[in-house]
């Protein structure tokens, strides 16, 4: 017997079955209240569509498969096993919903997290994926370095598919490198709505890498958050090497003076994969800099498109912000469309501008490295490693890099002996 | 018809100004609005064939059933009932000078064209309410077969080659307001090269919007037949009004094998007039095509020039220049299409504002699937001289092709303290020094235009400086 399945335009969802499922898993009652705020924010919020603005226009909405949302209810295991920590310092690196199970000594900084939870600001594109993340997440994690405290190694956050939540809060002074692996997924087509928040408070500095290796039947439409106070430095780095089709819109609010967001991407797209970002740079305050830099390997018939926008408010003073986008185009059949958009509204800015690349490997750089005797195949992976390390090499920590590689090997390839030598 | 000159004109404001006399001799125009009757009256004054009527209704009807664009600036503000489709300012076609009614001199004895067409000109397609009035040509152009007529005239004697040709690169239904222009177009240029002739001086036609709410819907069409060359220079300069004013032209070009197009703008409508222009030309083998586009005026632009590249080694060009001051949004760019391999293109954009007025540079580079070899730059430099003036950019790039380079660089600067300093220290005010350092960015523009082109933008741009316009 056939089974007709109904379209979808949107991902289902109802005030009530929200506020029974936080219910279900005895969450505090703000929480609920949250979710239940959410849920009626997104009732209200209009779905994306492709005809309306510029972020949808090249991403096919209509073929997400709003019937297969990845929910992941977490299993409860005894803290000793998660390689979670908390402390009495007051750091904290938890799913959320541990945070009420937790046994003690764990400080349960509910004020503090339900405040980081109740900013919905983010990019205006995803505001609906927003709204329904907020109302309907299912896994979470909170990270918080608190005031003053600088963590040496990297901290750890795995996320699965499932409309999920990640908050980071560093707070005055504080200094830390979070690495978010996203990994994992089923056989049939999923979709994934991972959530991120970060909070960077004065004089706060972080290193958020994402390392994306989702299985090849997650769909993601993901949204990401940066708010930056003043003299904090923020260095955000993207790696996209999994899913089927990935739409995140990334945000950076610079409030502060003086802070420095740079936001970094590493796309290496295969198969019929589609990546596509629309990053908003929005600057106020003075001397803030904001520069993103997003490079994309592109084989098979993989398409990545990159929509940014900076915007320069007019009571901003004597900020730097840049824009540049580079694909390498290593297939006949791989695209890219590179939009970068400038809005400034005032004259007093110190350098603001974008460049923007799509083409295959340059013949010369490529008659350069057979030239000193290497097979073509081997010299496309040099150079394509070559491009990358642009950014990889702006990670401080040898592990983290490493980590980098392992996941963009599969696609770039590995430049093995030549790197040893 | 009376209107009169707002009292709080500059004086100093040389370009736009309503000639009263002329006001009075308006001959004949269709009532205010638009409707199908309307559609009609145009094509019966015109005395056009059937087939062309049918067109014009058909791109009414298509006019009404389409929205305006919701990207861009904003134009909510179009009445379009409010504004007159046709006004003919004269009844007989001038042979030579001598002949053009004398309130319609004086006009362009304010623009400069006797002198200009004592130097250089090869013709002088004049639209003067939205008829053509004044149409010379050269002798040797016509020798050499070159057809360069009002659009009417060719509609009327080259029926065959207008009608195979006429709407071919901006169909009716491409737009809103392509279909506006198509239901009422009138004058415009026409200008046909033969093979291999290349016309070495530029042709030239001057526009005027002059009669209160007159929209101007002229039509141009230009074909490059094989190896030909042309250079078609249109200038605008328009009078001030009191209410907004419309000007929504369609410019078609063709360039053939091996041919080249330089089509050339400088658009200086007065600050009210909402401009709203489709311009496109297709480029085939190893034929050139270059725009070079200056907008001064106008209270609203929206203008993107284009090239289709559609033989192998085509070439297109796009060269632009904004200017917006108090009030004004410019929204300029251009369009490039690689629809065939080997082709190459450039884009060179060059925005100022000031006040508070806007610029927008919005171009798209788009290069289908299997367009090897094409390459595309697109340069974009923005110069913002006041804390409440805004400049944007939007480059599109749709790349579906790997064997291809593609580039794109923007930079957005304010005019520098060290800079102004130092040529303060030279003796130069504080304006004149401004105006000097504006002058030198727009430079590689300018130097792109016949010397008498260049001297009118170096002297709008002054104005703008001066805060002696809008």
Not at chain 1, 119 to 128: R, Y
Not at chain 1, 355 to 381: C, K
Not at chain 2, 65 to 70: A, D, N, V, Y
Not at chain 2, 188 to 215: C, H, T
Request: aromatic content about 8%; charged content about 25%; proline content about 5%.
């Amino acid at each position: 017997m056939a089974i007709t399945r109904i379209r979808l335009e949107r991902p289902p969802l109802d005030r009530d079955s929200v506020e029974r499922f936080g219910v279900s898993r005895e969450e505090p009652r703000w929480l609920i209240d949250q979710r239940v705020a959410a849920a009626e924010r997104y009732l209200e919020t209009p779905w994306p569509r492709t005809d309306v603005g510029e972020e949808w226009r090249r991403f096919p909405l209509k073929d997400v498969p709003y019937d297969a949302i990845a929910e992941d209810i977490p299993r409860p295991v005894p803290l000793a096993e998660t390689g979670y920590s908390v402390s009495r310092s007051g750091f904290v690196n938890l799913p959320i919903e541990m945070l009420w199970n937790a046994p003690e000594p764990t400080p349960k900084p509910f004020d503090l997290l339900r405040s980081l939870m109740e900013k919905t600001d983010g990019p205006v594109a995803q505001a609906a994926i927003r709204a329904y993340a907020e109302a309907a997440w299912t896994t979470g994690h909170f990270v918080r370095v608190p005031a003053g405290l600088d963590i040496p190694h990297p901290i750890e956050v795995i996320t699965v598919p499932s409309v999920s939540r990640t908050i980071v809060l560093v707070e005055r002074g504080a200094r830390a490198t979070v690495v978010e692996r996203l990994i994992g997924g089923a056989d049939e087509p999923q979709l994934a709505m991972p959530i991120l928040d970060v909070h960077l408070e004065d004089d706060a500095v972080l290193n958020y890498v994402q390392i994306q290796e989702f299985a090849p039947s997650v769909w993601i439409l993901g949204s990401q958050q940066y708010r930056s106070a003043r003299a904090s430095r923020l260095e955000s780095f993207n790696v996209f090497v999994g899913a089927h089709r990935a739409k995140v819109g990334i945000g950076s609010d610079i409030r502060g003076d003086g802070a420095v967001v740079h936001l970094n991407g590493l796309v290496a797209g295969g198969n019929d994969q589609k990546i596509d970002f629309n990053v908003f740079q929005d600057l106020f305050g003075s001397h803030s800099e904001s520069i993103l830099l997003y490079l994309a390997a592109l084989y098979d018939h993989a398409k990545a498109v990159t929509y940014g926008v900076i915007r320069v408010e007019p009571e901003s003073r004597a900020t730097s912000s840049y824009q540049e986008c580079r694909n390498m185009l290593l297939s006949e059949h791989a695209g890219a469309d590179p939009i970068p958009v400038l809005e400034i509204l005032t004259n007093d800015v110190l350098r603001c501008g974008h460049g923007a690349t799509a083409g295959a490997i340059d013949d010369a750089d490529l008659f350069y490295v057979q030239s000193r005797g290497l097979p073509r195949d081997e010299a496309e992976r040099l150079i394509v490693r070559g491009f990358f390390e642009r950014v990889i090499e702006k990670v401080a920590d040898a592990d983290v890099r490493h980590e980098m590689l392992r996941a963009l090997e599969p696609r770039i390839g590995s430049i093995g002996t030549l790197e040893a030598a | 018809m009376t209107t009169t000159v707002q009292p709080q004109l500059p004086d100093n404001y040389k370009w736009g100004w309503n000639d009263p006399e002329a006001e009075g001799k308006t001959f004949a125009r269709t009532p205010k609005g638009l409707s199908e009757d309307v559609v009609r009256q145009i094509s019966a004054f015109k005395s056009e064939p059937e087939w062309m009527t049918k067109l014009r209704l058909k791109a009414y009807r298509h006019f009404l059933q389409r929205s305006l664009p919701t990207w861009g600036a904003d134009l909510s503000r179009i009445d379009f009932q409010d504004i007159y489709y046709y006004v003919l300012a004269s009844d007989k076609k001038a042979q030579d000078w001598n002949d053009v009614p004398e309130y319609v001199k004086r006009t362009f004895d304010k623009l400069g064209i006797p002198e200009a067409e004592q130097k250089f000109l090869a013709g002088v397609g004049a639209q003067y309410d939205s008829e053509v009035v004044y149409h010379n040509i050269r002798e040797d152009l016509a020798k050499k077969g070159v057809i360069f007529v009002d659009t009417d005239t060719a509609l009327k004697e080259h029926e065959a080659l207008f009608r195979k040709y006429f709407g071919t690169v901006i169909p009716a239904n491409d737009n809103k307001l392509a279909a506006l222009n198509t239901a009422v177009w009138s004058g415009g240029s026409f200008i046909w090269v033969p093979e291999g002739v290349k016309v070495d001086i530029p042709l030239q036609a001057y526009f005027r919007i002059n009669s209160e709410k007159m929209g101007q819907f002229e039509r141009t069409l230009i074909i490059c037949e094989p190896g030909s060359q042309v250079h078609y220079v249109e200038g605008c300069t328009a009078p001030i009004y009191s209410t907004a004013s419309l000007h929504s032209a369609v410019v078609e070009i063709i360039v053939k094998k091996g041919a080249r197009c330089r089509y050339t703008t400088i658009q200086n409508w007065s600050h009210n007039v909402y401009n709203l222009v489709t311009k496109r030309a297709v480029a085939y083998e190893d034929a050139v095509m270059e725009w070079i586009d200056g907008n001064l005026g106008s209270e609203v632009t929206m203008k993107y020039p284009s090239v289709y590249l559609m033989g192998e080694r085509a070439h297109g060009e796009i060269l632009s220049v904004a200017f917006a001051s108090d009030g004004q949004h410019l929204d300029a760019g251009g369009k490039i299409v690689h629809a065939a391999p080997n082709t190459t293109s450039l884009i060179t954009s060059k925005s100022i504002s000031k006040g508070n007025g806007r610029t927008s540079y919005r171009g798209l580079v788009k290069i289908y699937p299997g367009m090897r070899k094409s390459k595309s730059t697109v340069r974009c430099d923005a110069l913002i001289l006041d804390k409440t003036a805004r400049s944007d950019t939007y480059p599109y790039m749709e790349i579906d092709e790997e064997d291809v380079t593609i580039g794109h660089e923007a930079t957005v600067s304010k005019v520098g303290e060290e800079q102004l300093f130092y040529l303060m220290s030279r003796g130069l005010t504080e304006q004149e020094a401004t105006a000097m350092i504006v002058n030198g960015f727009i430079e590689p523009i300018v130097k792109e235009l016949p010397m008498d082109y260049a001297i009118e933008l170096n002297r709008l741009i002054q104005l703008q400086m001066q805060g002696a316009i809008g």
